[in-house]
């Protein structure tokens, strides 16, 4: 798969790992930064990802702040983009199953690195189900849409 990832200061040494166990699995890493433990925002970086993702220059995303919380709100805002942030291997799982999640966010100051390593794993072997779930994320497709946009 083509992986998009970026993290910020709080994220970026846990993406520095991620990006190495992605490229030994055979996975395209894209890596967008941040390059250093520096301060930076977030926003940015996880808009970069979330649009290589929504145009098809990526398959997946990968972001890492210090909760994954901030990554996932600024993911979220870009049409067709379906970012998560499991806290475990089992919300993960069903993120993928149901969900067809297409963004993971991880908190590096929230979870080791063995959690994140699991859950990382499973989300990317996960395949989603569609049936009835394609339908629920077509409602969502519908409401991306600005005249259907809820206020
Ligand atoms: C940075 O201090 C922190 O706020 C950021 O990494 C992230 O956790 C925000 O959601």
Known sequence: MRIAIAADHAGFRLKEKIE??????????LDKGTDSTDSVDYPGYALEVA?????????????????????CIVANKVDGIRAVGPSDAYQAEMSRRHNDANVL???????DEGMAFEILDIWLEARFEGGRHAERLEQITVMEKKENAAR
Do not use: P, Y
């Not at 966010?105 to 979870?111: A, D, K, Y």
């Open 20 to 29: 190495e166990r992605l490229s030994k699995a055979g996975h395209t890493v």
């Open 105 to 111: 966010c991880l908190g590096e100051r929230s979870m």
């Open 51 to 71: 649009n290589l993702v929504a145009s098809g220059e990526a398959d997946r995303g990968v972001l890492v702040c210090g909760t994954g919380m901030g990554m």
